[in-house]
């Protein structure tokens, strides 16, 4: 009769610490891809509305078209700002869950090498014992065939 593992519940348990922080590192991956685009969205709508100026500028505009379109500018400068502050802050979010993700990989792979060196170890008593048992039956069989 084979020994059931006596760490099962912490190998269940880093498991589910795994499986834990794989979905959190998707998620952090997820929310700087989004953060990136957000980003990349921002600075292509500002360089679009720069050109504008720029054409706008060239055929003469006054010089409160000129104020509103700089302050606008300045705006979208601002939140471009914004952005890449949030885009730094997914990054280093992403990092760390990666860092975690990377620790808990390591102490399930740690708790499997336990578990498959328990049941090799379990297998080749298993083994043993069914080679005892087949040795005693032959020995029986053996003599049980000899004449008396």
């Known amino acids: 009769m084979t020994k059931p593992f ?20 998707a998620r952090l991956i997820a929310s700087e891809r989004d953060a990136r685009n957000k980003l990349e969205m921002l600075q292509q709508y500002r360089d679009e509305y720069a050109t504008r100026f720029r054409q706008s500028a060239q055929n ?17 400068d601002e939140a471009i700002d914004s952005q890449c502050q949030a885009v730094d802050l997914q990054v280093q979010n992403r990092a760390n869950g990666q860092a975690l993700w990377q620790q808990q990989r390591t102490k399930l792979k740690a708790f499997n090498t336990l578990s498959d060196r328990h049941h090799a170890s379990e297998n080749v008593q298993e083994q043993k014992r069914e080679q005892k048992t087949q040795d005693e039956f032959s020995a029986r069989f053996r003599n049980d065939r000899k004449p008396r």
């Open 60 to 76: 003469g505009i006054s010089q409160r078209e000129w104020h509103n379109y700089q302050e606008f500018l300045n705006r979208l």
């Open 6 to 25: 006596a760490l099962q519940t912490v190998l269940e348990l880093m498991q589910i610490r795994a499986d834990e922080a794989t979905n959190r590192l």
